[in-house]
């Protein structure tokens, strides 16, 4: 059991749980559970970190207020750790982030500035950077760590969520599969898993659209991974294989893996669990892979599981009928109750 004298000093040490072998050909797929965390998501690791470094080269003293662009995840983090350690905290949002993540954050006691309305599926991050720049620039009492391009993020993820993993299956890991959004974890998690064994492959996984392993950019629905640009703590030299997955199969995957294995993944480790599947054939019975899963798919219950939010976005396919048996239904309405509608 954790001891904690504050919520922070619990952030790390997730649990790994594996998939139902029946459906990976005997190979073992284990999900490094980074939801479990106390802000809900692997970026309550970095959160902490560059406040603290920041803290101690004199970056961020007390009085100063902390601001951040994010897609929702960091900024949680950054409200929790700034509501303990008592600063003010403002998250620089673009509009599509789901509600439970702006509630979360608000809830947290921190503010929220919101982009202008963008297209759907517009990665904004650019846009929120370059605002976050801005207010940095003009309030010298501003602080803001920039997961971007803070080297504390991967070095953050080097040693812990790396040497974590390596703790659990030592030289006995075959493959690691995680997300590609900031790059953080993707970078640090390489670089120690690579250091420890030469042998351990990795997989870097990002949305169709995003340009992080190239290609032309595009829209994509998938939160909190991809970019319109490569990020400056991104390092490639670890990372073996690169793959692109479309946001239609990471939301049938989050959805099977909901109704199928009772987990509940939101579309980063969605898109990160498909890319394993997929490339089921590069391994052999008994291997073992492991895949981040960055955060929990309740801050998505209005999106990607939600069947009007599917069908609104041209993912209908994904919608299931309904196959309650008529007697039920017959039951339910002369009762005056209604089925799957509130």
Same mark, same amino acid.
């Given at each position: 059991?954790?001891?904690?004298?504050?919520?922070?000093?619990?952030?790390?040490?997730?649990?790994?749980?594996?998939? /139902? *072998?029946?459906?990976?050909?005997?190979?073992?797929?284990?999900?490094?559970?980074?939801?479990?965390?106390?802000?809900?998501?692997?970026?309550?690791?970095?959160?902490?970190?560059?406040?603290? +470094?920041?803290?101690?080269? *004199?970056?961020?003293?007390?009085?100063?207020?902390?601001?951040?662009?994010?897609?929702?995840?960091?900024?949680?983090? %950054?409200?929790? !750790?700034? !509501?303990?350690?008592?600063?003010?905290?403002?998250?620089?949002?673009?509009?599509?982030?789901?509600?439970?993540?702006? /509630?979360?954050?608000? !809830?947290?006691?921190?503010?929220?500035?919101?982009?202008?309305?963008?297209?759907?599926?517009? /990665?904004?991050?650019? =846009?929120?950077?370059?605002?976050?720049?801005?207010?940095? +620039?003009?309030?010298? &009492?501003?602080?803001?760590?920039?997961?971007?391009?803070?080297?504390?993020?991967?070095?953050?993820?080097?040693?812990?969520?790396?040497?974590?993993?390596?703790?659990?299956?030592?030289?006995?890991?075959?493959?690691?599969?995680?997300?590609?959004?900031?790059?953080?974890?993707?970078?640090?998690?390489?670089? #120690? %898993?690579?250091? +420890?064994?030469?042998?351990?492959?990795?997989?870097?996984?990002?949305?169709?659209?995003?340009?992080?392993?190239?290609?032309? $950019?595009? +829209?994509?629905?998938?939160?909190?991974?991809?970019?319109?640009?490569?990020?400056?703590?991104?390092?490639?030299?670890?990372?073996?294989?690169?793959?692109?997955?479309?946001?239609?199969?990471?939301?049938?995957?989050?959805?099977?893996?909901?109704?199928?294995?009772?987990?509940?993944?939101?579309?980063?480790?969605?898109?990160?669990? =498909?890319?394993?599947? =997929?490339?089921?054939?590069?391994?052999? $019975?008994?291997?073992?892979?492991?895949?981040?899963?960055?955060?929990?798919?309740?801050?998505?219950? /209005?999106?990607? #599981?939600?069947?009007?939010?599917?069908?609104? &976005?041209?993912?209908?396919?994904?919608?299931?009928?309904?196959?309650?048996?008529?007697?039920?239904?017959?039951?339910?309405?002369?009762?005056?109750?209604? %089925?799957?509608?509130?």
């Amino acid at each position: 059991m954790k001891l904690g004298k504050n919520i922070l000093h619990i952030i790390g040490n997730t649990p790994v749980v594996m998939l /139902d *072998g029946r459906h990976t050909r005997g190979i073992n797929i284990f999900l490094k559970m980074e939801n479990i965390n106390p802000g809900g998501s692997i970026k309550d690791r970095i959160a902490v970190a560059m406040l603290e +470094k920041a803290e101690a080269q *004199g970056e961020l003293r007390p009085g100063m207020v902390v601001v951040e662009p994010s897609s929702g995840n960091t900024a949680i983090a %950054l409200a929790m !750790a700034c !509501a303990v350690k008592g600063y003010r905290f403002i998250a620089v949002l673009d509009r599509m982030v789901p509600p439970a993540k702006r /509630d979360k954050i608000r !809830a947290f006691g921190a503010e929220i500035i919101f982009l202008p309305e963008f297209e759907v599926g517009t /990665d904004t991050v650019k =846009y929120r950077i370059d605002l976050t720049k801005e207010i940095i +620039k003009a309030y010298p &009492n501003a602080f803001s760590p920039m997961q971007f391009e803070n080297q504390i993020n991967p070095h953050e993820h080097y040693h812990s969520t790396g040497r974590e993993l390596y703790e659990t299956f030592g030289d006995n890991l075959t493959a690691c599969f995680a997300m590609a959004g900031s790059c953080g974890t993707l970078t640090g998690v390489s670089r #120690y %898993l690579k250091e +420890k064994n030469p042998r351990v492959r990795i997989y870097g996984v990002e949305p169709v659209g995003s340009v992080i392993f190239g290609g032309e $950019p595009g +829209k994509y629905l998938v939160q909190g991974a991809g970019l319109t640009f490569v990020p400056s703590i991104l390092d490639r030299s670890n990372i073996d294989v690169t793959l692109k997955i479309a946001d239609i199969d990471a939301f049938r995957m989050a959805r099977k893996l909901a109704r199928y294995e009772g987990i509940l993944l939101g579309g980063t480790g969605a898109c990160s669990v =498909y890319a394993a599947l =997929y490339r089921l054939d590069d391994f052999k $019975p008994g291997d073992n892979i492991v895949v981040i899963i960055p955060d929990s798919g309740e801050r998505y219950i /209005d999106t990607i #599981y939600n069947d009007a939010w599917l069908s609104e &976005n041209n993912f209908s396919e994904l919608v299931e009928e309904n196959t309650t048996e008529p007697g039920l239904k017959e039951i339910i309405t002369r009762m005056g109750c209604t %089925l799957n509608e509130f």
